[in-house]
């Protein structure tokens, strides 16, 4: 008992420190605020009226100041002596602690979610989603109810919701290449209407805090993707991929993630000042990242799968936290309630081995992604994605299900003909490796000034293609041997390979199937003498999934979920069906790709990633 401990102590401080050790956590303190409180007004009860002892009132012959400079010490000492206690008790009952978080989850159905925000009134909930397998459609909710109705548009993403009740969406929305996105980006009441359509080609778009204007990410155009604020105003481009932009508060920035690699959803938060176009770089992030504005003016993102970082408008973090894993921001309500999504993905790959008639799963670890396969369909390389991106693992495997053989941390790229070889990148350093599929050692290819994004061996095993781009330019490919420092490009600016999968060179050698800036299948010479021709027949987005034996004809489809594949002879146009490809489970499946399909079309290799996705109201957060 601190009468014991301390028996001179004011009566004021014994009872703090008593209610804070009060075995009855009725008995404590409610909160840090009203311990606060009565510390504060201790001067005040310290008077010469309350300072007694056990044995009774003090001798009156004393003064008020001497009898105060008497007590002062006892006092203070038994104040310090009581407060430590005091203070290992509140720390030991954890009342210093943030009040801990509500959750109230608000989606109950089994798929993906693409962009999820608040409407006006601060409570409805706005969001896109792929319920079992359907295409995206955009729904409405309410935390007051666990239902939630169509909006009856076409199908399509919700991008924003205006101060006003107007939604911006994405018509048409798909998958692109990796995590890029496109759609006609379209304005419509939330209270009912016709969409009107805006601008085609768009990832991203926000309102501006007044919900007057909209600031937009249109996908490459020439190679270059760009933000425009207010539409028809350039505020950057990259020769990436942008994603993600929000508006700040008081419309002074426009925040976004910058991707240098075209398929990879790695990237850098930049801020922009709208006024002068001043670019700030804020933190790198790996793996899926969102951010939000927070009612204070910074940017609260999702850092990693566990950690979320609070980022002044200087681009500096300040703090980090979280809500738990898994979680990633997605909107603010006015009064401080948290939109966030906890999302569960894994990477799936599935083949039907040569002579076989059953598909076999071949997922390795959770992110399998299929880099291409040996010409008879008897190997796939691919590599285990779900790691810090310098850091991927590189493997291959036999499509009979023998187990993976690991090759080292490489992102791959292709295997050599006679399948003694991997080409594989470090994509720190942008340095092409031959690694040994067997017994070997690693040899490294004369560097070049570029940076890769994928590559192919000719049929020969003596030169590679490559799609590339040197820094600040837009991508193109280029022929280099394996032996020779110099890449030689073979296309104008703004072409690339599909990251839709299979073999891009013909079995001769002599022709390259590649993509447009404008989305369609190209065929060129793979010796530069002539300019890249449009493959007739060929609808645009549609993605070349490889040659077919003749070397006349590609497999061509659009890349959704099914994947309808069908032949196509590049000369005349011509199409015949294929075979049509689709997961058992497709829950989650928003999209089916890379594919990769022998020439004789006999087994394939196909993978495809499985999102689930819960949407929940976060309310006690204090950024």
């Not at 962009?115 to 309410?142: C, H, L």
């Not at 935390?143 to 109705?149: I, L, R, Y």
């Not at 790695?266 to 939000?292: H, M, N, Q, W």
């Not at 499946?589 to 196909?606: C, E, Q, W």
């Amino acid at each position: 008992p601190l009468s014991q401990a301390a028996p001179k102590a004011p009566a004021p401080v014994r009872w703090i420190v008593e209610r804070c050790l009060a075995k009855d956590p009725e008995e404590r303190y409610a909160s840090t605020k009203d311990l606060a409180r009565d510390l504060k007004s201790l001067r005040d009860h310290l008077t010469e009226s309350s300072l007694t002892s056990a044995s009774g009132v003090l001798a009156t012959s004393e003064t008020p100041k001497a009898r105060r400079r008497g007590w002062l010490f006892p006092a203070l000492l038994a104040f310090l002596v009581g407060g430590g206690a005091a203070l290992l008790a509140v720390r030991q009952l954890d009342l210093f602690a943030p009040a801990p978080l509500r959750f109230q989850k608000i989606t109950f159905r089994r798929g993906a979610i693409g962009t999820s925000r608040f409407a006006q009134d601060g409570k409805t909930v706005v969001y896109g989603a792929a319920w079992d397998g359907a295409p995206m459609e955009i729904f409405s909710t309410n935390p007051e109810s666990p239902e939630s109705k169509s909006l009856g548009l076409p199908p399509g993403d919700v991008l924003a919701v205006s101060r006003n009740g107007e939604l911006a969406v994405s018509l048409g929305w798909r998958l692109q290449v990796g995590w890029e996105t496109t759609g006609t980006l379209a304005r419509v009441p939330l209270a009912g209407g016709a969409p009107r359509e805006v601008v085609e080609n768009v990832q991203d778009a926000d309102w501006s805090p007044d919900g007057k204007d909209l600031a937009v990410i249109s996908n490459p155009t020439n190679g270059r993707a760009r933000l425009e604020f207010p539409v028809g105003t350039v505020l950057t481009e990259s020769s990436g991929w942008l994603s993600d932009v929000r508006i700040a508060p008081d419309r002074k920035s426009v925040a976004l993630l910058d991707h240098q690699e075209r398929g990879e959803n790695a990237g850098r938060l930049i801020l922009i000042d709208t006024a002068t176009r001043k670019r700030t770089e804020g933190p790198f992030v790996g793996g899926t990242s969102r951010f939000v504005w927070t009612p204070g003016g910074e940017v609260l993102l999702a850092g990693s799968p566990s950690a979320m970082q609070l980022v002044s408008s200087g681009g500096r973090v300040r703090r980090t936290t979280t809500i738990g894993v898994g979680f990633i921001p997605e909107d603010f309500a006015p009064g401080g309630t948290l939109l966030a999504r906890r999302r569960f993905s894994r990477r799936e790959m599935v083949a039907l081995a040569p002579g076989e008639t059953t598909e076999r799963n071949l997922t390795w670890l959770d992110w399998s992604f299929p880099d291409n396969t040996s010409g008879d369909g008897r190997i796939v390389l691919f590599d285990e994605q779900n790691r810090p991106r310098p850091e991927y693992l590189c493997y291959i495997r036999k499509t009979d299900g023998s187990p993976s053989v690991l090759l080292g941390k490489a992102k791959g790229f292709d295997l050599s003909p006679d399948g003694r070889w991997a080409l594989t990148t470090n994509p720190t350093a942008d340095q092409l490796t031959l690694v040994p599929t067997g017994a070997g050692s690693a040899r490294s290819l004369p560097k070049a000034n570029l940076v890769h994004q994928w590559g192919q061996f000719f049929p020969d095993g003596k030169r590679v293609l490559l799609w590339a781009n040197e820094p600040g330019r837009a991508s193109r490919l280029y022929v280099q041997g394996l032996d020779d420092p110099a890449a030689r490009p073979i296309t104008p600016e703004g072409f690339g390979l599909s990251f839709g999968g299979g073999k891009a060179i013909s079995p001769d050698g002599r022709t390259v199937l590649l993509r447009g800036a404008d989305g369609r299948v190209y065929v060129c010479p793979s010796d530069g003498s002539a300019a890249p021709r449009a493959v007739p027949g060929a609808q645009p987005e549609e993605v070349a999934w490889g040659w077919a034996a003749d070397g006349k004809s590609v497999y061509l489809g659009r890349m959704g979920m099914p994947a309808r594949i069908e032949i196509c002879d590049v000369a005349s146009g011509d199409r015949r069906p294929w075979r049509e490809l689709v997961p058992p489970d497709p829950a989650g499946v928003l999209t089916i790709g890379p594919i990769y399909i022998t020439p004789d079309g006999k087994s394939y290799v196909y993978s495809y990633r499985r999102q689930l996705d819960e949407l929940f109201l976060v309310s006690g957060l204090k950024p």
